[in-house]
């Protein structure tokens, strides 16, 4: 089988195209032909070994997948040949076929194309655990989102509206925030023309945002945090922009409001079963039309390196595909 390895720590071009031994299922794994695997901005950091998980070598990047079951191991009784699933899994997924444990695997409704299901698995997870579990949205309540048409930011403005929020959308360009308002936001603000604070506040009549979602970190956290409702919460999703910020607690004093991380892959490892329906949910909405999950553009596969340069330029919309 055809696989993108990652064989040392280096820039999207060190990334090598190989012919490996297709693997089979050990007892209680499946074989799954890929039809499609997702990128995500970490994966710009993982070949560079700047991500806090350093995989051992030869690896193959993109952490999630969808595609059709092949082959089942001993022991499997809730998949069989045939059956169209999806997974994530940390890395691995940028090859013809991948082998994973069963349990690890859930069903695409026939409804919901691969490259949307391989797309939808970690940003929506995401957002989904950030919006309901940590941040605890409300109908009715004002969301902001930061970097709002990229990967998680684009799956923040969907949930968001289609949990009843009033979504304020952040980027830094207008032809993001068309998308954004495309996908449902009810305002926008670029943060390149204009001072967040104010913007924010302008946009609030002053009172502020009640939850703030923020993947980019950098120079915008601070702003943000400054123009927060009282009893706002802030979530800590991801810093795109490069910079970890510092920011001042005399802020979350005077807001009487919440600073709440959020890190869905170890939320997902200790607490399987709320993951699971986070993640059936969310198909489901798919294939009901709630969600439409925006594909940026599919890549071959052969062709890794120039998709995850496209990430790393900061010139995608939602998501970037690549396709065995
Ligand atoms: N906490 C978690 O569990 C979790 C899960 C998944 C992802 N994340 C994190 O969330 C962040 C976003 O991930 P993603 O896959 O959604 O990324 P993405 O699709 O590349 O979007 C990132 C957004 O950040 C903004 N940005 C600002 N400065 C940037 C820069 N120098 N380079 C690239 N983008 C920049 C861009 O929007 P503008 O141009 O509009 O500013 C861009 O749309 C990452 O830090 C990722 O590690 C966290």
Redesign the pocket.
């Known amino acids: 089988m055809k696989a993108m390895l990652c064989t040392r720590f280096g820039g999207p071009d060190d990334l090598e195209f190989a012919d490996l031994p297709a693997p089979e299922p050990g007892a209680g794994d499946v074989a799954v032909a890929v039809k499609a695997a997702a990128?995500?901005?970490?994966d710009t950091?993982i070949i560079a070994g700047k991500?806090q998980m350093k995989p051992a070598f030869p690896f193959s990047p993109a952490a999630e997948f969808a595609g059709v079951v092949d082959r089942v191991g001993s022991g499997v009784t809730t998949f069989r040949p045939g059956d169209r699933v999806a997974a994530s899994m940390g890395y691995g997924a940028a090859r013809e076929r991948v082998v994973i444990a069963a349990d690890r695997l859930v069903r695409v409704p026939d409804s919901v194309d691969f490259d949307r299901a391989a797309g939808l698995l970690?940003?929506y997870g995401?957002t989904l655990?950030?919006l309901k579990d940590r941040a605890k949205l409300e109908a009715g309540e004002t969301l902001a989102v930061?970097?709002?048409?990229?990967?998680?930011?684009?799956?923040a403005v969907e949930l968001g509206k289609l949990m009843g929020a009033r979504v304020i959308a952040?980027?830094?360009?207008e032809d993001?925030l068309a998308l954004a308002r495309q996908h449902g936001a009810d305002a926008t603000i670029n943060?390149?023309a204009e001072d967040l604070r104010e913007a924010l506040r302008r946009t609030t009549d002053g009172k502020g945002p009640n939850v703030i979602y923020d993947?980019?970190?950098?120079p915008?956290s601070e702003p943000a945090l400054r123009a927060i409702g009282w009893e706002g919460r802030f979530l800590?999703?991801?810093?795109?922009?490069?910079d970890i910020p510092k920011l001042p607690l005399n802020l979350v004093l005077l807001k009487n409001c919440d600073v709440r991380?959020?890190?869905?892959?170890?939320?997902s490892e200790r607490e399987p079963e709320a993951h699971r329906a986070n993640i059936a949910q969310l198909m489901n909405w798919c294939a009901d039309a709630k969600l439409a999950v925006h594909i940026h553009k599919v890549f071959p596969l052969v062709q890794t390196a120039q998709a995850l340069k496209a990430?790393?330029?900061?010139s995608?919309?939602?998501?970037?595909v690549l396709r065995p």
């Not at 952040?170 to 360009?173: H, N, T």
């Not at 993947?215 to 950098?218: F, Y």
């Not at 995608?316 to 970037?320: D, N, Y």
């Open positions: 990128l995500n901005f970490f950091l991500y970690i940003t995401t655990h950030a930061l970097g709002a048409s990229g990967g998680v930011g684009l799956a952040c980027a830094s360009s993001k943060y390149a993947p980019v970190g950098g915008y800590v999703v991801g810093f795109a922009a490069g991380g959020v890190f869905w892959g170890a939320w990430i790393a330029s900061r995608v919309m939602g998501k970037v």
